[in-house]
């Protein structure tokens, strides 16, 4: 039933329809709210956290939720997009929703919108719009503490502002992603982002660039609202030992940081002692032109420092040690996250001791999805030197009818393999390029490739036009669990043995299967989108799915 709200492909398509009038979106949402039983009033009871950015605003967000929920308080939690459950989004201390919960709200809210439909206007709101509003429900009847708010996308137009007055908020690196919505430029970007901000209400942003940073000083300017820019980790940790942070990768030391600050001031303004006071700066002095000023470092607690160690969230450098195989799993899906996987991949797989026999096979598993320039992403992986590439879509099985949190509408199956041979194609020309420019490398030969329909099978597979060597590194399949399965040949006990009756027809899958079956070591990144990464979850993790 929620999934005839749509899913984000078409919920993208909206907001860009109504771009023009944000002020309707933002009436409309309100009036969803009101339909629901709530007025916009009632979400101030809530206590809310609000944070908004490009890249690392979910860490930030989960991050800030650990550390409040190590001082004793009953944390609520919204974010987006889920990986295996939809129940995801929705968490009460640092958990999932549960199934009986869940329901309970769905079709309160769900009946009460279907009760008070009007002919004029739209009886149902879209499916973000509508988890949203079961989220302020949720965390209302359940009387949390506060509630951590992920941004769904931008800021300004986003259907989470209609938040009037939360406790402080929160901007992560901005970057450049959902450029049909947001602009084109980073200051475009940042203009949206800096729309959450309210009057009196503190903000926080982590380093930006010069431009974009400016634009979020005039923002906060206009908005009379105080914003700071958080000092670096390293400024917590002098004279004192290093922080040890539940989320590996150097680009997490800023989403850290900036949960600082907005755990800090959230508890200072909610009147708890011992913290020492933040000094207040007059917006109109410091902003006025000049830069935006740094908060202060202060003193960690111990609640402050176990919350930063025992934040989880999954699918984001993310390792998952299977014997021989080792996953890695980072839902990095724009240019500057991408080169932050990489960063944290090439320190956590490559600087691994390799195998005595030197039999180590590096398989990159990769989708992209909407608008992105994949050929940019996939561009900064080449130098992590994969043996194999693997282009699959988000789906777990070719029919997907049987699991309602991975169905997606908006996306056929001939789309998302038309997408994956593209990406295939720019692969093979990216190693020819790279091959040129390097005398003592082998020039790949370029894979032809095109979908038919295996007849003894009735699967699609990527069936080559010609007989092609054993040498391509490239390959695509029709779905997830046949490209885990290849890739793990029997050796990850979740997963079974790829049957010869489902053998990808390749001549480089049979040899590379030889390769991966005998690998003293396989080491497997998967990233490019956070739906591959939440498909990869669902199979590699069964538990995560009951």
């Not at 708010?149 to 502002?161: A, L, P, R, S």
């Not at 740094?294 to 040690?321: C, K, N």
Request: charged residues 20%; proline residues 7%; hydrophobic residues 40%.
């Amino acid at each position: 039933m929620l999934n005839t709200l749509q899913t984000n492909a078409s919920y993208l398509e909206q907001v860009k329809r109504e771009r023009g009038d944000p002020q309707a979106q933002l009436e409309a949402m309100q009036g969803f709210l009101e339909r629901s039983g709530l007025k916009v009033e009632d979400l101030d009871r809530l206590n809310i956290i609000h944070v908004t950015g490009t890249k690392g605003k979910g860490s930030a967000c989960a991050f800030t939720e650990c550390i409040l929920r190590n001082y004793g308080l009953k944390t609520g939690f919204y974010s987006s997009p889920h990986l295996v459950q939809v129940r995801e989004r929705i968490r009460i201390n640092g958990q999932p929703i549960s199934k009986d919960l869940f329901n309970k709200y769905f079709w309160l809210v769900y009946n009460r919108l279907e009760e008070t439909k009007d002919p004029a206007h739209a009886s149902m709101p879209a499916y973000f719009r509508f988890l949203t509003i079961m989220a302020f429900h949720v965390f209302l009847e359940e009387k949390v503490d506060l509630a951590v708010v992920e941004v769904g996308i931008g800021g300004t137009y986003d259907c989470t502002n209609i938040i009037r007055t939360p406790v402080v908020c929160g901007v992560s690196s901005l970057g450049i992603d959902h450029t049909s919505i947001l602009g084109d430029t980073m200051e475009k970007i940042a203009w949206q982002k800096g729309g959450i901000f309210k009057p009196g209400v503190p903000a926080f942003t982590v380093a930006q660039p010069e431009r974009p940073l400016e634009v979020l000083r005039e923002r906060a300017q206009e908005r009379k609202c105080p914003l700071y820019l958080c000092p670096e980790l390293d400024d917590f940790e002098e004279g004192c030992q290093a922080l040890e942070l539940g989320l590996a990768g150097a680009h997490q030391r800023s989403n850290a940081a900036l949960a600082l600050q907005l755990a800090r001031t959230w508890l200072q303004r909610r009147g708890c002692q011992g913290l020492g006071e933040l000094k207040e700066v007059p917006p109109s002095t410091e902003l006025l032109g000049g830069p935006v000023p740094l908060a202060p470092a202060f003193r960690l607690t111990d609640a402050m420092i176990q919350g930063l160690r025992d934040t989880e969230w999954l699918g984001r450098t993310q390792v998952l040690s299977r014997g021989p195989v080792t996953w890695y799993l980072d839902g990095a899906h724009t240019t500057s996250s991408i080169q932050a996987c990489v960063r944290w991949f090439r320190q956590a797989a490559l600087s691994q001791d390799k195998p005595h026999d030197g039999s180590e096979v590096r398989v990159l598993l990769f989708n992209a999805t909407g608008d992105r320039d994949t050929a940019a992403l996939l561009k900064l992986l080449v130098p992590c030197h994969f043996d194999y590439a693997v282009f699959c879509p988000n789906f777990t099985e070719v029919s997907v009818a049987n699991n309602a949190d991975q169905q997606n509408f908006n996306v056929t199956l001939e789309n998302a393999l038309t997408r994956c041979l593209e990406n295939q194609r720019t692969w093979t020309r990216l190693l020819e390029e790279k091959a040129g420019q390097d005398p003592w490398l082998p020039s790949p030969l370029r894979v032809g490739g095109l979908l038919q329909p295996a007849p003894a099978r009735g699967s699609l597979l990527l069936v080559p036009p010609a007989p092609r060597p054993l040498n391509s590194p490239a390959l695509v399949f029709p779905c997830l669990a046949q490209a885990l399965r290849w890739v793990a040949q029997g050796r990850d006990p979740q997963l079974a043995a790829p049957t010869a009756s489902g053998a990808h027809p390749h001549p480089a899958a049979s040899s590379g299967a030889v390769l991966l079956r005998e690998a003293a070591a396989v080491r497997v990144l998967v990233t490019g989108s956070l739906h591959l990464v939440g498909g990869a979850l669902r199979l590699l993790e069964p538990t995560l799915s009951q």
